[in-house]
Every structure is written in structure tokens, then in C-alpha cells.
């Protein structure tokens, strides 16, 4: 096992070489002239030795004293009095505030970098609009000036950063979302990798890595209190497909939405404004009905369009009232597109819920929000104004929304604390007893120590977790042609509360795991 813990806790492998010399054949109730099974402990020793040599500062090493048998999994530690205080630092999550997890910085760092654009973006546009009330001569004067005074480097890179940030001066806070979307992608993406594409079709990390970088899930804001990712989540794509369609949706209908709303009159903030309604209330939503684990950053982009696509149609009836009013662009086309892949298998980390949430979210801002969309009666005009008493009651409901999340009033499923559950659906099936008899003469399938005779002709039930995509086809068609019998729930919900064994399919490239569980009240 691998991770980061307290060396007091840890058995390392030079001190229990040093005990197996003495007592590797009492430990392991070898007779002195089993051959067989010497030479296969000495083999182990040898590798673990290895690996632990290779790999010192990563690689701790459990033993389990006693006869048993060996394992990769967590079942069969679990059962040993004192595993868990062990394994617990290893695998214990550290605290939010001053985490120096992988995500954790990343996500620091990639919003700084985002912050850094937004202020640089910002800097710029309001140079631009400065030098619009200069005649010529002052201009000139002024530059004469700033250049005797840039000798400073920082002022330097000041200058070589604003000017590089002008050419986004229209779209500030677009540009400053997507900085900080790519950054946080691409970093993810180099620390999680890739997952199988049934786990993950948009070609992402696993759903455990898409937790820790901060993914919504109700149950884990519910039962453990991980508020910010109500914050987070706004910048998770959850695959390379999803980041392709945030990006291309920010970059050409999401600019084009701040670009009109600033040269109408708006202040720049007011774009950032409609953002974080439809991001936090999306979030909000999700976190007080939803249940597993979904984005927000492809919602925000469909809730964005649609609030854009309310506005033009607004500005369209009163167009010939509105010489000066700038058009607003959109596409209800790549609109509708996004929405309905989005609730298909295929987007298995984007939620129907979010979706849906975003669509009446950015209908009801674009309805609402501004009094008119007589933007520019005059050609001096500052446009229409935002309605404030709504402003003011969105608020008010998010902040309900945020008490009841803060007094756990939601009950979403407590499975879902455990990130690896939200990338797949539990199945279960109890009619399963002549397939576990075959496969365990077949191919050597064995179950705990001490109950070698379980498989003779009781109850089982086998449970599995089987991912987003590929669920309901399976349990379709082994249901349709009469394969096996499977039920969506769990053994444990049915009455199998003996867990008996564990056993890990492979076929081809994926890996199911299989848990096998039996009745307590059944005789051996």
C-alpha cells in the first residue's frame, strides 16, 4: 500500500524481515520439509524487498499474522484488529484550508492565474476607454510621461501584461473563466490521467479523481461538510469532450454575450453577476435533489446561451425602437445539442438536474433580471437597468437553499461518500448459485478462510458496480434473454448480510469487481 502517513504507525519492511528470519516458519506453520511453500515465502520476501528498496519513501508493507489467504484488496485487512489505525493516516484527506493536496493546488493556482487575467483584462479595457476622451497631444504628453517613469521591471511587466490582455478587453470575465478552466483541466488531467472509456466516455479521469478536484456530490457536502465544492465544481470538465464544448460555447457565444452587454451600456460586473446565479444555483439545486456526482461547467454554459438567446429575442421585437442597441448573438442549434447529449449516458458526470436547472435559471434571468431591452434609445444612453427587488429575492432563495444544505434538511444516497460509487450504478442478483459452484471448480474461486464448503447448494446473492454507460443495456439484455436475473439495489438491501467473498473479473480491457454475499442465518 502506498501513501503519506505516520512513520509510528507503520510496520516497514526491514524490521519485519528482520522478525521473519526468526519466525517465518512458526508464523506461517510451515513443516521443515514443505519445500513448496518455503521457497514461495522466500519468493515474496525477495519482491517485497524489492519494491520496498525501489521505492522507499512510498511503499509500506502489512502483514497479516496467520493462515489466510494473500490479497490486493481492502476486505481482508479489514478483518485484522489494528489495519485501520494504520492504514488511516495513509489514507486520511487533510484539511481545505492550508491543503497541500495535488488538487488543492492546483485549483489555487489555476485561479490565481485566472484572477491575474481578469485584472490585467479589466486594466486594459479601462485603458482603452481612458484613451478615448484624450485628443492626440495628450496622449503623446502622457505617453512621453509613463515612459520616463516605466524604468521599474514591475511596471515593465505590467505594461507587457496589460497589453497583451487588450486584445480580450471586451470579454474580462470570459476570458478569466476560460484561463482558469484550461489551467485546472490540463493539470488535472496530468495528475489523474485517463480513466477506461466505459468509466469516463467523455475521455476524463475516474470519478474518484473527478472528487478530489472538487466535483459536486450532495452526499459528500451533506454528511461531510465539503461546501466549496458548491464553488468548485463551476470549473470541472469532466472529460476532454465536455472541456472542448465549455470552450468552444465561452469562447464564441459566452464573449460575444459580455462583448454586447458592455458596448450596451452595462457595466462590466453585471456579466460576472448573471455567471454566478446560474453557476450557484445550479450548484444549489444539485446539492439539495441531486444525487452522485455532476459538474457545473457545461450547465453554465447552456444556462448562459439561454439567457443570451432570451435577451436577443427581446431586443429583436424592439429592434426598430433600438437604432443604437448592439445585437446579441447565440445559436438555440448548438444550444439544444449541448443540453440533450448532455443528458445521455455518454455525459455521465453532467446531471440531468443541473441541466434542467440551468435552462429555467438563464429563462428566468433573461425574462426578469432587466427591467427593458430598450438598450441605446439615444445614442448617450446607459440602456436598460437591472431589476434589483430580484436581484435581492435570488439572493434570499440561495441563501435558504444554502441553510438547508447547512442543516443536512437533503438526504441524498450515503453510498455516494464513497467517490468510486458515483462513476457506476450498483446491480445485484441472488440467482447465481450454480454460476458460483462452476466458475469456483472451474477456475479456482475460493471464499474467506474457514468457509472453503460455502458454495454447497445455500442462498448467495453477488453484487457489482457497473458503469453509467453500459448499465441499462446489461441489465436489459441479460434480463430480456433470460441470462440472469438483475435487480438495480444491493445484497445487503435484500436480506444477504454476510459478506463471504470477493473476486475480480477481467474480460478484455475492463475490471469488474464482484462481491458475494450470503444470508447470516444459513448453515455451512
Known amino acids: 500500500m502506498s501513501g503519506n502517513g505516520n512513520n509510528n504507525n507503520r510496520r516497514s519492511l526491514s524490521s519485519f524481515l528482520s522478525q521473519s528470519n526468526n519466525n517465518t516458519l512458526t508464523d506461517r506453520n510451515l513443516e521443515d520439509n514443505n519445500n513448496l511453500q518455503t521457497e514461495w515465502w522466500n519468493g515474496i520476501v525477495t519482491s517485497m524487498n524489492a519494491v520496498k ?3 522507499n519513501k512510498n511503499v509500506f508493507f502489512y502483514m497479516i499474522d496467520g493462515e489466510g489467504h494473500c490479497s490486493f484488496g481492502l476486505y481482508y485487512p479489514l478483518q485484522d484488529e489494528g489495519f485501520e489505525s494504520w492504514a488511516s493516516p495513509i489514507v486520511r484527506e487533510g484539511r481545505v484550508i492550508g491543503n497541500n493536496r495535488p488538487s488543492a493546488v492546483s485549483f489555487v493556482v489555476s485561479f490565481a492565474l ?3 487575467c481578469l485584472m490585467a483584462a479589466v486594466a486594459a479595457a479601462r485603458q482603452k476607454n481612458e484613451s478615448k476622451l484624450l485628443d492626440e497631444e495628450t496622449i503623446s504628453d502622457s505617453n512621453n510621461h509613463r515612459a520616463r517613469r516605466l524604468s521599474s521591471s514591475l511596471l515593465r511587466l505590467k505594461g507587457i501584461l496589460i497589453h497583451q490582455a487588450s486584445r480580450y478587453s471586451s470579454y474580462p470575465w470570459t476570458a478569466s473563466y476560460l484561463f482558469t478552466c484550461s489551467s485546472y483541466f490540463v493539470l488535472m488531467l496530468i495528475l489523474q490521467g485517463f480513466a477506461h472509456p466505459l468509466d469516463n466516455p467523455t475521455l476524463g479521469p475516474s470519478a474518484v479523481g473527478l472528487s478530489s478536484f472538487g466535483i459536486n456530490n450532495p452526499s459528500l457536502i451533506i454528511y461531510r461538510m465539503e461546501h466549496w465544492r458548491l464553488f468548485t465544481s463551476t470549473f470541472v470538465c469532466s472529460g476532454v469532450i465536455t472541456f472542448l464544448l465549455v470552450f468552444i460555447s465561452m469562447y464564441k457565444y459566452g464573449a460575444a454575450l459580455e462583448t454586447a452587454m458592455m458596448e450596451n451600456k452595462h457595466p462590466h460586473w453585471v456579466f460576472a453577476m448573471v455567471v454566478a446565479i446560474i453557476s450557484l444555483g445550479v450548484n444549489l439545486i444539485y446539492a439539495c435533489i441531486g444525487n452522485g456526482a455532476s459538474g457545473a461547467s457545461l450547465s453554465l454554459v447552456i444556462g448562459l446561451n439561454v439567457f443570451c438567446g432570451i435577451l436577443k429575442r427581446r431586443s429583436d421585437a424592439l429592434s426598430a425602437y ?4 448592439k445585437p446579441y448573438v447565440t445559436s438555440w442549434g448548438f444550444t439544444i445539442f449541448v443540453a440533450l447529449i448532455g443528458c ?5 458526470f453532467d446531471s440531468l438536474v443541473t441541466i434542467f436547472a440551468a435552462i429555467v435559471i ?3 434571468l433573461g425574462l426578469f433580471v432587466f427591467k427593458n431591452t430598450l438598450l441605446g434609445l439615444t445614442e448617450g444612453s446607459s440602456g436598460s437597468a437591472l431589476r434589483w427587488n430580484i436581484v435581492r ?3 434570499v432563495l440561495f441563501f435558504i437553499m444554502y441553510l438547508l444544505v447547512l442543516l443536512g434538511v437533503p438526504s441524498p444516497e450515503v453510498r ?5 460509487l458515483t462513476g457506476c450504478n450498483l446491480v445485484y442478483s441472488d440467482q447465481i448459485s450454480d454460476f458460483v459452484e462452476q466458475y469456483a471448480s ?3 474461486g475460493r471464499a474467506l478462510e474457514g468457509n472453503d464448503d460455502v458454495f454447497g447448494g445455500q442462498n448467495m446473492c453477488a453484487q457489482l458496480c457497473l458503469p453509467h454507460l453500459v448499465h441499462r443495456p446489461l441489465v436489459w439484455g441479460a434480463n430480456k434473454l433470460g441470462l440472469i436475473a438483475i435487480e438495480e439495489g444491493t445484497c445487503e438491501e435484500n436480506g444477504y448480510d454476510e459478506h463471504i467473498a470477493d473476486k475480480a473479473i477481467r474480460e478484455y480491457t475492463i475490471t469488474i469487481e464482484v462481491e458475494l454475499y450470503t444470508q447470516s442465518g444459513e448453515d455451512e
Do not use: V
Open 442 to 444: 472451474n477456475y479456482g
Open 114 to 116: 485566472g484572477s491575474l
Open 393 to 395: 429575492g435570488t439572493g
Open 416 to 420: 455516494n461518500i464513497y467517490p468510486y
Open 322 to 325: 433600438t437604432p443604437y442597441n
Open 53 to 55: 528498496k525501489k521505492h
Open 344 to 348: 445521455t449516458p455518454l455525459f455521465p
Open 362 to 364: 438563464g429563462t428566468l
